[in-house]
């Protein structure tokens, strides 16, 4: 095992982590720009860092590998961003919103 | 080695059955299109280890073709959604 092996080994653990704390993000919380910000960049994190750990294990494969990262850290934050617009326009509520009715109660 | 390879398939595949139950109890449709995207993005990194496990580099070309759809069903619904498409 070399040192690049055990590099990749550390990256493929810090991605399945942050991609299983995105998840876990976007069934915990409360609203739904939490949940964006929750789940969109703890999982582009994990994926990156998963693509590194690939590229650091199969130094073949570099090309493939890096137009998959390039790909989803560009259509990620516009899907994101585009998801956040429509539930803004369409109304739908936050949690603010919420608790400043209960408080009123 | 193989151990690493097989504890980033169980944390992916646990966050993707959290987020399948994300996707089925949430009640507004941008909610539920958010967990569609945490999950597209979690299972294109699936691909990408299971690529590594198997030793064959065209699943690679399978990641791509995902990542490319799920972007495109992303923005058509959130579009439509909004109005204008």
Redesign the interface.
Known sequence: ?TVL?YLG?FL??V???F??V???G??RMPD?YN??QA??KA??L??IS??LG?LC??P??TL??L??AL??LL??P???H??A???K??G?PTIRAGKEEVQEQ | MTGIQYTTLGLLGLGAIIGTVALIRTKFTMEKMVALDVLTTLITGLLLVLSLVFDKSFILDIAIVYAILSFGAVMVVARYREGGI
Do not use: P
Request: proline share 0%; hydrophobic share 55%; no cysteine.
């Open positions: 095992m092996q080994a493929f653990l991605g399945g982590f991609t299983f995105g998840s876990l976007v069934l739904v949940k964006l789940g969109t999982t582009t994990g994926f998963i693509a690939l294990f199969q073949g494969w493939k590998i137009l998959v790909f989803v259509t990620n516009i899907g994101s585009a998801l617009r429509a539930a326009n369409t739908v």
